[in-house]
């Protein structure tokens, strides 16, 4: 009896540490687009990344250097973590905040020139 309880102790807490460890990998993406849609000074709502026609929101958007502003999309490489849930930010002049899947950048390459 005290040998079932402890393998399902066992068992419980193996459980949580792999729960635990989900969305903590870095992901590496070759074929991103980075997208600047403007300043949130003036009703832009910042960076987003497109992964496979999905667009995410880096939560350490600051971090992208201001060079990296321009009209057109650049095409990078990217590694992230997937934070498995939706950022809100306040941008244009909705009046509600707006949603978008969360990353946060762990490193950023171009695979072009800028403009």
Do not use: H
């Not at 402890?6 to 990998?25: H, K, M, P, Q």
């Not at 026609?53 to 600051?62: A, D, F």
């Amino acid at each position: 009896m005290r040998l079932r309880k402890f393998t399902l102790l066992i068992s419980l807490v193996l459980i949580l540490i792999i729960a635990c460890d989900e969305g903590n990998e870095i992901i590496v993406e070759p074929n991103a687009k980075l997208i600047w849609t403007g300043s949130y000074d003036v009703d832009g709502c910042g960076f987003f990344v497109e992964i496979d026609s999905v667009q995410y929101k880096p939560e350490n958007e600051g971090i992208i250097p201001p060079e990296y502003r321009t009209s057109e999309p650049l095409s990078i490489t990217v590694q992230y973590i997937d934070l498995l849930y939706d950022i809100e930010y306040n941008c244009g002049d909705l009046p509600e905040a707006q949603k978008s899947k969360a990353i946060k950048l762990t490193s950023m390459d171009l695979n072009q020139e800028l403009p």
